[in-house]
């Protein structure tokens, strides 16, 4: 019995920091801006500091009413793992849809890229 409980502790310390880093983004880390433009430009804001523009990558996703949201800016990679349930539903509905949208564009570019090469 004791074994499991030492094992169940140590699972917990090794996934504790990982885990907080990608469901909690508290802090500096938090995403408190997500914006699309008319002109497909993403926007995303962490913490305190303004939105800046960066690159949606295609791991981004969407699972259930969450967002995975995978990005890059100023050579670094960053996620975000955001339950739309915490959004107003227009917003919500609206980030739901462009993302399905700019996952079927860049299905679309992979698609014609590879038929190219045919």
Same mark, same amino acid.
């Given at each position: 019995?004791?074994?499991?409980?030492?094992t169940?502790?140590?699972?917990?310390?090794?996934?504790?920091?990982?885990?907080?880093?990608?469901?909690?983004?508290i802090?500096?880390?938090?995403?408190?801006h997500v914006?699309? =433009?008319?002109?497909? +430009?993403?926007?995303?804001? !962490?913490?305190? @500091?303004?939105?800046?523009?960066?690159?949606?990558? /295609? &791991?981004?996703?969407?699972?259930?009413?969450w967002?995975?949201?995978?990005?890059?800016?100023?050579?670094?990679?960053?996620?975000?793992?955001?339950?739309?349930? =915490?959004?107003?539903? +227009?917003?919500?509905?609206? !980030?739901?849809? @462009?993302?399905?949208?700019?996952?079927?564009?860049? /299905? &679309?570019?992979?698609q014609r890229?590879l038929?190219?090469?045919t």
């Amino acid at each position: 019995m004791a074994w499991r409980l030492g094992t169940a502790l140590a699972i917990v310390s090794l996934a504790w920091r990982p885990a907080v880093r990608l469901l909690g983004q508290i802090g500096e880390r938090a995403v408190t801006h997500v914006q699309w =433009t008319a002109s497909g +430009e993403w926007r995303i804001g !962490l913490g305190h @500091r303004d939105p800046v523009q960066v690159v949606l990558l /295609n &791991e981004s996703a969407i699972v259930g009413s969450w967002l995975f949201l995978v990005w890059s800016h100023d050579g670094r990679r960053y996620r975000a793992l955001i339950d739309t349930a =915490t959004l107003r539903p +227009e917003l919500a509905r609206a !980030l739901q849809v @462009r993302l399905r949208l700019e996952a079927h564009s860049a /299905n &679309e570019r992979l698609q014609r890229r590879l038929e190219g090469r045919t």
